[in-house]
């Protein structure tokens, strides 16, 4: 089961690096991220949400491919592949695309909304959904990280450790049993 944890920083690019710091983990298999999303509120207020996977290349991508095999078999049956191939990859890329970008994945969008007003003007946030983590290697790189923890689904115990490890630069390492 995947658990969600958001946190708040009063750098609008803060998340940012988090996030960067936290795909460099991914990549040496410390942590899973099922997805992830920077909300930054700019100086008028307004919020802008940056998603970390690209639904509407996706989409185009996989309907582009599923279109043009499809394409070149419809092409076969009237005796032009070629046609079927460019036709089909062209309709399939243009739905794919159109429903990747109608599609909810992850973290609920409304949820992001209503999170990211609350945070202060200049200042950003970043919601993760974690499949797996290591949870002692993960948080001895964010100790001192200085985040407020806005919402999460972790139980309370955890919840607290991650708490004291945000903000207590000189917090011991983690203990081997605790669970993020």
């Not at 599923?66 to 890329?93: C, E, K, Q």
């Amino acid at each position: 089961m995947s658990e969600l944890i958001v946190l708040g920083f009063d750098d609008a690019d803060k998340a940012d690096a988090v996030l960067n710091r936290l795909v460099q983990l991914e990549k040496e298999y410390l942590i899973d991220l099922e997805d992830a999303v920077i909300a930054v509120r700019d100086e008028s207020g307004k919020v802008r949400l940056k998603q970390s996977v690209n639904l509407t290349a996706a989409g185009a991508a996989s309907g582009g491919l599923s279109g043009a095999l499809w394409g070149s078999l419809v092409g076969l049956l009237f005796l032009n592949p070629l046609a079927g191939l460019v036709v089909g990859g062209a309709i399939g890329a243009g739905s794919g695309a159109l429903a990747g970008s109608m599609a909810d994945y992850g973290i609920d969008d409304d949820l992001m909304k209503r999170l990211a007003e609350t945070i202060p003007a200049r200042s950003s946030a970043l919601f993760l959904l974690i499949r797996k983590v290591q949870p002692e290697k993960v948080l001895a790189e964010f100790k001192g990280e200085h985040a407020r923890l806005l919402r999460t689904s972790l139980s309370p115990e955890q919840e607290a450790r991650l708490r004291q490890v945000l903000v207590d630069e000189t917090s011991p390492a983690p203990e081997a049993s605790a669970t993020v």
